[in-house]
């Protein structure tokens, strides 16, 4: 028979990390379906959005805004190539470097893709003010984090 450990900074449900996991989870959850009807996955759609933001960026651009590695981006961006949502061409100033331009069919995704802010906001049960303070913490956090590295 177990018995409960008295010491609260230890149980999972006054754990910080499991709100934010737990949350990410189900937020993911909610993106799916949205996010199927555009044939994306979430982590392409972010890279889509930020391709969205600006043509001609690199691959280390990408990498930059979705906090990750180079390596780990690059099999995603093959696969949107693929699908036909962009072209990466190697830069002419410098063979190493790879650069990202949206096709017709890319940029026509990015109207059908205007729907999804909306349905997220329907699903938060939340108001615009309320999620915008809510990113605004969550991002002064990450930075917080960022800097403890």
Known sequence: MATQDPCAELLLNNQLCFA??????LMTKVYKPLLQELGLTYPQYLAM???????????GDVSNRLLTDPG????????LEAEGLLKRIRSSADERVVELFLTDKGH????QAKIVPNCILTASQQSIAELGALKNELVALRSSLQQAL
Do not use: F, N
Not at 49 to 59: A, Y
Not at 72 to 79: A, D, I, Q
């Open 20 to 25: 934010l996991y737990s949350t990410s989870l």
């Open 49 to 59: 959005m930020v391709l969205w933001e600006g043509d001609g960026i690199t691959v």
């Open 108 to 111: 026509t995704l990015r109207e």
């Open 72 to 79: 780990s981006v690059t099999p995603l961006l093959k696969r």
